[in-house]
């Protein structure tokens, strides 16, 4: 095995009591910020007794890091999937448009994810260890739709794939930060003109 093929590997998905905590943990930083992000708060939101999650994860740093993992696989799990999907619609717009567009309401239908994706991405920034788990799971997104770009024969697929990651991730949290009645107008105007802009090679 490689150095690459080490930093590439993720931890298993969590499952049982720790899927719980994780679960919970990420609705206690949708609702108050990494700030309120404690052992206690989480032990609260589950339902469950206190100490249950110091006991899982003993330090705050590995509930961080345990959740960044949690948070990542979720997008990451949706966006390889989405490439399963797209398989028979490279270099067709709308199609892709249209799978896209799904994906991101699949993921603005949980705005707890996306609120909690977007603190740790921030965090990520002050953190070293929380920063390690961050690129990891990113740069599966981004092979995954640099993939895509090299199968369609674009010119540019790594780079392009930065930028369509980064907007998308932009989208989101614009997203969430409308009433919910007006997310989904917002994300199907938004995805079309997106795709449809970096086909041009005047885009990049």
Do not use: K
Request: with cysteine.
């Amino acid at each position: 095995m490689t150095p690459d093929d080490r930093s590439n590997r993720r931890p298993a998905a969590p499952t049982g009591r720790r899927a719980e905590l994780l679960a919970a943990a990420v609705d206690v930083v949708a609702d108050g910020g990494l700030r309120g992000l404690t052992h206690r708060a989480v032990d609260a939101r589950a339902g469950l007794p206190e100490g249950t999650c110091s006991a899982y994860l003993r330090t705050r740093s590995a509930l961080l890091v345990a959740l960044a993992d949690h948070v990542g696989g979720a997008l990451e799990a949706r966006v390889t999937a989405l490439a399963s999907d797209l398989q028979g619609a490279i270099g067709d717009p709308v199609a892709v448009s249209a799978a896209v567009t799904e994906l991101t309401l699949g993921w603005i239908r949980e705005p707890a994810l996306v609120r909690a994706q977007a603190e740790l991405s921030l965090e990520a920034a002050r953190q070293p260890e929380l920063m390690e788990v961050f690129e990891r799971w990113r740069d599966g997104l981004l092979r995954t739709v640099r993939e895509l770009g090299e199968r369609s024969g674009r010119p540019q697929p790594a780079q392009e794939a930065v930028v369509l990651v980064a907007a998308i991730e932009g989208f989101l949290v614009t997203a969430v930060r409308l009433p919910e009645e007006h997310r989904e107008g917002f994300l199907r105007g938004a995805i079309p003109v997106l795709v449809h802009a970096m086909r041009g090679p005047e885009s990049m």
